[in-house]
């Protein structure tokens, strides 16, 4: 298996985990518990020692145990050259701290991308059919890992685009506008210039590694196409900057009237399409969860074919939503990865099996 694998992880006061020392399998690890029990809590732990936040929270304060002023996060991983050790310790009156290998870092840029993971929950199913945000957040991440300049970029675009957005907002006129915008839309222009050609080259990356992965669950009866749909209204080639410049320009008095912002890689989608039919409006609930899985499938082989290595894959609840078949194929697609699954009863899976039981963890 050529892939990164966490070897063990610590908990202290961490959700319902009052103390916890777990060590991993290199293949495969089931949680099986009832509901409520702490399974997600377990995969949750690991998703936030790699990208620095929840899945589940915005706050970093649900995240301790109830009564308790902080917790702590340690997980042990190993990488094709060096081995990695992540502390983060969390607070409810105070900044997170984070250390890395016992060196602290100060931005978040530096956690992300040192272990690299794929998580999927059937909550992922808002991937295919909600809003474009479900897919700007997805090509996000996962490029975020694999490229720093990626992820310090969308950061900068952010705080442009709020203050843009704010003098919109705020000024009494447009001419008032109109003395100080230039300043920002040529920062805007600048960052949305990185962020849209680093999006269009990972839709293309991903998009023959997705129709791979849909043939194989789905037995080759449907053709999956990815199309990145840039929400500046312009050509990604040498006139970007020039023609989205005009763009917002165009759009200036329509953005003063509403008070914000309406063309930019913000407004950026990947339209899914299953034999040309838009998966998002047109898809049955089992194909929007094939295609949800497959894009996520994807994502494994796309940081492999970057890195030379495979990422962690955390799969939450996800066998509840597939038939036997589609669950066989799933593990037989994913067997070169270390793997970290959960579900309330035992399906007959091979691999190391913990049994979880109001925070605390036996193995079977």
Same mark, same amino acid.
């Given at each position: 298996m050529q892939g990164m694998k966490i070897d063990s992880l610590v908990l202290s006061n961490f959700r319902n985990y009052k103390d916890l020392k777990i060590k991993f399998d290199d293949k495969v690890?089931?949680?099986?518990?009832?509901?409520?029990?702490?399974?997600?809590?377990?995969?949750?732990?690991?998703?936030?020692?790699?990208?620095?936040?929840?899945?589940?929270?915005?706050?970093?304060?649900?995240?301790? /145990?109830?009564?308790?002023?902080?917790? =702590?996060?340690?997980l042990l991983a190993n990488k094709k050259f060096r081995d990695e050790e992540i502390e983060i310790k969390l607070f409810s009156s105070q900044k997170k701290s984070i250390q890395i290998n016992k060196l602290p870092i100060k931005k978040l840029g530096e956690l992300i991308g040192e272990i690299n993971i794929v998580f999927f929950s059937p909550q992922e199913l808002k991937l295919v059919r909600e809003s474009p945000e479900e897919?700007?957040?997805?090509?996000?991440?996962?490029?975020?890992?694999?490229?720093?300049? =990626?992820?310090?970029?969308?950061?900068? =675009?952010?705080?442009?685009?709020?203050?843009?957005?704010k003098l919109l907002k705020n000024s009494k006129t447009i001419e008032v506008v109109k003395d100080t915008i230039d300043?920002?839309?040529?920062?805007? #222009?600048?960052?949305?210039?990185?962020?849209? /050609?680093?999006?269009e080259k990972f839709v293309?990356?991903?998009?023959?590694?997705?129709?791979?992965?849909?043939?194989?669950?789905?037995?080759?009866?449907?053709?999956?196409?990815l199309v990145y749909k840039c929400g500046c209204g312009v050509s990604l080639d040498e006139t970007f900057e020039k023609n989205m410049d005009k763009v917002l320009k165009k759009n200036l008095e329509k953005d003063f009237k509403l008070g914000y912002t309406t063309v930019g890689v913000h407004r950026d989608d990947i339209d899914i399409f299953l034999n040309d039919v838009e998966v998002k409006n047109f898809g049955s609930q089992g194909q929007q969860r094939t295609v949800g899985l497959s894009l996520k499938l994807a994502e494994l082989e796309?940081?492999?074919?970057?890195?030379?290595?495979?990422?962690?894959?955390?799969?939450?609840? #996800?066998?509840?939503?597939?038939?036997?078949?589609?669950?066989?194929?799933?593990?037989?697609? #994913?067997?070169?990865?270390?793997? /970290?699954?959960?579900c309330t009863d035992e399906k007959k899976l091979d691999g190391k099996i913990y049994n979880i039981v109001d925070g605390k963890v036996a193995k079977s």
């Open positions: 690890n089931i949680f099986i518990g009832k509901n409520a029990q702490g399974k997600t809590n377990l995969l949750e732990s690991i998703y936030y020692c790699c990208i620095g936040k929840s899945f589940k929270s915005t706050k970093d304060k649900e995240l301790i /145990f109830w009564g308790e002023e902080s917790a =702590y996060i340690k897919r700007r957040k997805f090509m996000d991440i996962d490029i975020s890992q694999n490229n720093k300049r =990626y992820f310090y970029q969308l950061s900068r =675009y952010e705080k442009i685009l709020a203050n843009r957005n300043i920002w839309d040529r920062a805007l #222009v600048a960052s949305a210039k990185i962020i849209a /050609f680093e999006r293309k990356e991903i998009a023959p590694y997705a129709q791979k992965a849909h043939s194989f669950l789905s037995g080759g009866k449907e053709q999956l196409s796309n940081m492999y074919n970057i890195n030379g290595e495979y990422p962690i894959l955390l799969l939450d609840d #996800v066998f509840s939503e597939l038939d036997l078949d589609r669950q066989r194929r799933l593990l037989k697609f #994913v067997d070169r990865t270390q793997t /970290f699954i959960t």
